[in-house]
């Protein structure tokens, strides 16, 4: 197993407060802030926001499905109950189906398919646009955020040690490729409290939240 650090390629301070979602659409990455409930697309070339959308709740999660359309885990009310939304610039946010439980964050898309995960249980869930699960993959950890590149699936998994008293978060990312019982291995750790996983074509993305931090990365040979 490679337990060697992610390269980090640029390590930039957000557009916008607490960086939560991330997703790429071929020109511009999108990003959510947590606490102020706003969605960004950034130009990653000048690090300037060129549009901000103002979602129907907190967005936890995106990816773009390519031609312009996106989908959006979106957290309401008090409970923070979360449910996946379709975007597309001419028709604004449409609700899709709830997350099981009301329970669901990051998101991906192999090409054909839409993936929603559940952090606390590990699961990587293949799903249809009326919610109906196809198949799922459990990743033996927690996730905080996937994409796919060429087909390979690749995941944050780990453990937020959330209820451990000084325990900081400990994540890596591992990759697994598209066949059923294929196995998923580490491939390098992250060295930071990392939320979402993005791919621009060259280069990986994932936020440091509390630092307020977006970092791009490679991965080591």
Not at 1 to 18: C, D, H, Q, Y
Not at 109 to 134: A, C, N, P, T
Not at 203 to 220: D, G, M, Q, V, Y
């Given at each position: 197993?490679?337990?060697?650090?992610?390269?980090?390629?640029?390590?930039?301070?957000?557009?916008?407060?607490?960086?939560?979602?991330?997703?790429?659409?071929?020109?511009?990455?999108?990003?959510?802030?947590?606490?102020?409930?706003?969605?960004?697309?950034?130009?990653?070339?000048?690090?300037?926001?060129?549009?901000?959308?103002?979602?129907?709740?907190?967005?936890?999660?995106?990816?773009?499905?390519?031609?312009?359309?996106?989908?959006?885990?979106?957290?309401?009310?008090?409970?923070?109950?979360?449910?996946?939304?379709?975007?597309?610039?001419?028709?604004?946010?449409?609700?899709?189906?709830?997350?099981?439980?009301?329970?669901?964050?990051?998101?991906?898309?192999?090409?054909?398919?839409?993936?929603?995960?559940?952090?606390?249980?590990?699961?990587?869930?293949?799903?249809?646009?009326?919610?109906?699960?196809?198949?799922?993959?459990?990743?033996?950890?927690?996730?905080?955020g996937h994409t796919f590149?060429?087909?390979?699936?690749?995941?944050?998994?780990?453990?937020?040690?959330?209820?451990?008293?000084?325990?900081?978060?400990?994540?890596?990312?591992?990759?697994?490729?598209?066949?059923?019982?294929?196995?998923?291995?580490?491939?390098?750790?992250?060295?930071?409290?990392?939320?979402?996983?993005?791919?621009?074509?060259?280069?990986?993305?994932?936020?440091?939240?509390?630092?307020?931090?977006?970092?791009?990365?490679?991965?080591?040979?």
């Open positions: 197993m490679n337990t060697s650090n992610i390269i980090e390629r640029k390590r930039l301070a957000s557009p916008t407060v607490t960086p939560q979602a991330l997703a790429w659409d071929g020109a511009n990455l999108w990003m959510s802030s947590r606490d102020l409930g706003t969605l960004y697309k950034i130009d990653i070339d000048t690090w300037k926001t060129v549009d901000e959308i103002d979602p129907p709740g907190i967005v936890w999660a995106g990816v773009s499905l390519g031609d312009g359309e996106m989908r959006f885990t979106i957290g309401k009310g008090l409970n923070d109950d979360r449910y996946v939304y379709r975007y597309a610039p001419d028709d604004g946010f449409m609700k899709l189906f709830a997350c099981p439980d009301f329970t669901g964050s990051y998101l991906s898309f192999d090409g054909e398919h839409l993936y929603f995960s559940q952090w606390y249980k590990g699961d990587v869930h293949q799903v249809e646009d009326s919610g109906r699960i196809q198949r799922t993959i459990n990743v033996g950890a927690e996730v905080c590149v060429d087909g390979t699936l690749y995941v944050i998994r780990g453990r937020e040690n959330k209820d451990v008293p000084g325990k900081s978060e400990e994540w890596r990312i591992a990759r697994r490729d598209r066949s059923d019982g294929a196995r998923i291995e580490d491939v390098a750790a992250i060295p930071f409290a990392s939320r979402s996983l993005t791919f621009d074509g060259d280069h990986f993305w994932s936020n440091h939240r509390a630092a307020n931090e977006t970092i791009c990365f490679t991965l080591p040979i």
